[in-house]
């Protein structure tokens, strides 16, 4: 799962770098503008994890 998660996390990394136009700082989150909108660097995590999960239930 680890393997699983970090290579997730890297293709989030190549995937993202092409859009991302700025990483900045607000109220303790980290926030990320993507296409001119702001988005939370959190929320992006919560639903790679998610889709993550539902991938590997529907292995099984």
């Given at each position: 799962k680890e393997v699983y998660a970090k290579m997730t996390g890297e293709y989030l990394t190549e995937y993202v770098q092409g859009m991302v136009e700025k990483v900045f700082?607000?109220?303790?989150?980290?926030?990320?503008?993507?296409?001119?909108?702001?988005?939370?660097?959190?929320?992006?995590?919560?639903v790679l994890y998610n889709n993550t999960n539902q991938e590997e239930d529907n292995i099984l």
């Amino acid at each position: 799962k680890e393997v699983y998660a970090k290579m997730t996390g890297e293709y989030l990394t190549e995937y993202v770098q092409g859009m991302v136009e700025k990483v900045f700082f607000e109220n303790g989150q980290v926030f990320a503008l993507i296409d001119q909108k702001q988005v939370k660097i959190s929320d992006i995590l919560e639903v790679l994890y998610n889709n993550t999960n539902q991938e590997e239930d529907n292995i099984l």
